[in-house]
């Protein structure tokens, strides 16, 4: 998650998610709750200490987490991806409700709890109703969902899972949102979906005060279970 970074501080290998207590997989450093260690702005040069400061702040005093730590360890490439989700975030022809819809639709589709545990919240903050959010939490029809709301779930649903876009969804998408809209909608979208792919690679943890949100799909046959899974395929009820 891109806003509202979490910083914690954890001691040995056991931390609380929702009342329970879990084990670290054995690969996650417990100073960031991912393979990777947190950047040190201090051993960073001129511009990668620059880039930081872009990102996590320059009077920073804990570690960055989150797809903009891990970021850090390619300066050059994390200084585009900021600027590209900052735009899309805060000026962005879409708005941000319909931002938040497209963060939930790529962490939903990558199955990226930490993502969507920290962009459910944001959703409803920015307005996003949480009927609208359950639609794409537990891959409900659309049907009964505004034009847009709906138009917007059904093109990353089809981007995602056919790796193709029908040309009516296109059209309506068009009309709806224009040409720049929706080129920034599914620009979004690829986004966050990226950003679940730098998280589980990483396999980066939740935060030990963050609830898990996002709920554990159970194979192919369309079955849910409410309380997902951590990154690490631990379940958290």
């Given at each position: ?20 207590t ?5 690969d ?61 975030r ?20 990558f ?18 109703e ?16 505004s ?5 917007v779930?059904q093109?990353?649903?089809e ?16 009309q ?6 929706t ?10 979906v ?44």
């Amino acid at each position: 998650m891109r806003i509202g970074i979490q910083t914690i501080t954890l001691i040995g290998l056991s931390f609380t998610l929702t009342g329970q207590t879990a084990k670290l997989p054995p690969d996650i450093l417990p100073d960031s709750l991912s393979r990777f260690p947190p950047v040190n702005r201090a051993d960073m040069d001129e511009n990668g200490k620059r880039v930081y400061d872009y990102i996590g702040g320059k009077d920073r005093k804990t570690p960055l987490l989150g797809p903009g730590g891990v970021s850090l360890y390619s300066p050059k490439a994390a200084e585009p991806i900021q600027a590209l989700n900052q735009y899309l975030r805060n000026e962005g022809v879409m708005g941000r409700r319909f931002f938040e819809l497209c963060t939930l639709i790529g962490a939903r589709e990558f199955d990226q709890q930490y993502e969507w545990s920290g962009h459910e919240p944001a959703a409803l903050q920015a307005g996003l109703e949480q009927s609208v959010i359950d639609v794409v939490k537990y891959n409900k029809d659309v049907t009964g969902l505004s034009e847009k709301d709906a138009t917007v779930i059904q093109m990353g649903r089809e981007l995602l899972r056919q790796h193709k876009l029908s040309s009516a969804v296109f059209a309506k998408s068009v009309q709806l949102f224009g040409r720049q809209g929706t080129l920034e909608l599914v620009t979004t979208i690829g986004d966050y979906v990226m950003a679940g792919i730098i998280l589980t690679a990483v396999d980066q943890q939740l935060p030990p005060e963050r609830k898990a949100l996002l709920p554990v799909r159970l194979g192919e046959c369309g079955l849910w279970e409410c309380g997902g899974p951590d990154s690490g395929g631990n379940r958290i009820s």
